[in-house]
């Protein structure tokens, strides 16, 4: 069973940057469909990213389009999201999921569709 470990969570000011690492026990990235999930208090978990088994084909809530990026760390066996231009209305509780897939180039935006979760890490964006 693979272990998810998030980290680089934190508080920072609105227009900031952090980058999540989600760090597997295992070569996950290389054999799971991967995403990033978020949930905000008294809100239900959403997606935020998500990434194939093979790294090619992404997925991103609307709302993080064009300022959230995923991608795969092979040498670190670790899944990366890059946040840039954070708001306000990104604080929440950050969590990292996996699902072992033997489809290359699908990704998933439902969380029940993952098998594996990290604990999760907080992101306050403060303005």
């Known amino acids: 069973q693979v272990k998810l470990t998030e980290s680089g969570g934190g508080l920072v000011q609105v227009g900031d940057s952090l980058r999540l690492s989600c760090a597997t026990s295992?070569?996950?990235?290389?054999?799971?469909?991967m995403a990033w999930f978020r949930q905000a208090p008294g809100k239900e978990r959403e997606l935020v990213a998500a990434?194939?088994?093979?790294?090619?084909?992404?997925d991103y809530a609307a709302s993080v389009k064009g300022r959230f990026t995923i991608s795969r760390d092979i040498a670190e066996n670790a899944v990366v999201l890059q946040m840039n231009s954070l708001k306000p209305e990104d604080t929440a509780v950050y969590y990292c999921?996996?699902?072992?897939?033997?489809?290359?180039?699908?990704?998933?935006?439902?969380?029940?569709?993952?098998?594996?979760w990290g604990q999760g890490t907080q992101v306050t964006v403060s303005s």
């Open positions: 999921a996996g699902r072992r897939d033997s489809q290359w180039y699908m990704t998933y935006r439902m969380s029940d569709e993952y098998d594996y």
């Open positions: 295992e070569s996950a990235p290389r054999a799971y469909g």
């Open positions: 990434i194939s088994r093979s790294g090619t084909f992404t």
